[in-house]
């Protein structure tokens, strides 16, 4: 009996060992994520500090109710006041803290920052958190924002889900201009959660930079345009890319969307995904995807598409790719298979430069792809 004691001791040390040890190499893993500058050039295509946006005659300056250097719980206080009792709301000329509650945007608000503006939510340990609430709300914009999380302040490493700007259940809404950073899940996520469908969004002339799940996270949306947008350093905690299309269940929609001048980073998983294995549906749907002059450089993976599942009888519809450059990847195109005869994905234009593994090249990545169904890919000459 001691023989066995001894016995399971043993055993349970060395689970023990290599249960550090495996903790220790995915800390390592986490640890070897490089994050890089981006050049302000490259910004400067994208995103503009210094923009000016003409201020109508009814807007209502914030700065005349909050001090500046004011604590958190003041200044949030009286924000959210200015927007419940104000259609259009300039913030002060100065950056302001924001408690972990955040802001609520009520329906025609419009918000708009000035070049020195800046919302920054306090440092805190919550799973979840949201900055910019645009929830259950119609015509909304939100003008040259720039916003930050609390990721190097964070005081839990429990959580993924604190968001710069939380869309849900909402219609109409504008985001233009803006810089999203250091948050502690995504920069930027539409329909999170069991919602009703988001439609007519509009999110232009951006930069995303080091959010720690995802730059752009879309699960729910029937009408989205995202034109000009910057996605870099996502790292942290999966999926880990610049642009997330995941519907989190059968009754989501990814419908009417079109994505112009993407350009993706040095994220630490990939570049773009776009995913359909929770739609499980045989309700009828329909898949309306355009992607148009997409660039990744240096992230694993540069375009991953996720296929169709067996159980989504229901879908059809079309997935549109041109203009497909992908440099320094691991894996720079990715085609899972698609089970359903009626989605068809369409990639024209590709390159594909500098990959990481010397084996992969335009001919092998085309055979590849004639060997799966419903999918059709072409090169750049």
Known sequence: MNLLNKQKKIIMILFLLLLTLFSEIKAQKDIKFLYKEVSNSLIGQYYNPSKNVTIPNNAYKAEKDIKQNDRAINNTSTLQDCLNQNVVVVLPNYPIIITKDGLKLNSNNVLIFQPNSKLTIENNNLDYYELLKIHNVHNIKILNARLSGDRKGHSSSKGEWGYGISIRNSSDVVIDNFFIDN??????????????????????????????????????????????????????????????????????????????????????????????????????????????????????????????????TGLKGNIKLNNISLDNNISPITGRTIYNKNVFVDIQNVSVVNPQNKNINHKEIKRVFDLKNNYSIKFKN
């Open 183 to 312: 948050f502690w899940g995504d920069g930027i996520a539409i329909g999170y959660g069991n919602t009703k469908t988001n439609k007519n969004i509009v999110i232009k002339n951006g930069y995303l930079n080091n959010n720690r799940r995802n730059g752009l996270s879309v699960m729910n949306i029937d009408g989205l345009l995202v034109e000009k947008l910057l996605v870099s350093n996502t790292n942290g905690t999966n999926p880990m890319f610049g642009i997330d299309f995941e519907p989190n269940n059968a009754s989501d929609n990814l419908n009417n969307i079109t994505l112009n001048n993407i350009y993706t980073y040095n994220n630490a998983n990939g570049g773009l995904m776009l995913t359909f294995s929770k739609m499980k549906t045989s309700t009828s749907k329909t898949i309306d995807f355009n992607l148009n002059n997409f660039k990744d450089v240096g992230s694993p993976n540069g375009l991953m598409l996720a296929g169709i599942p067996k159980e989504a």
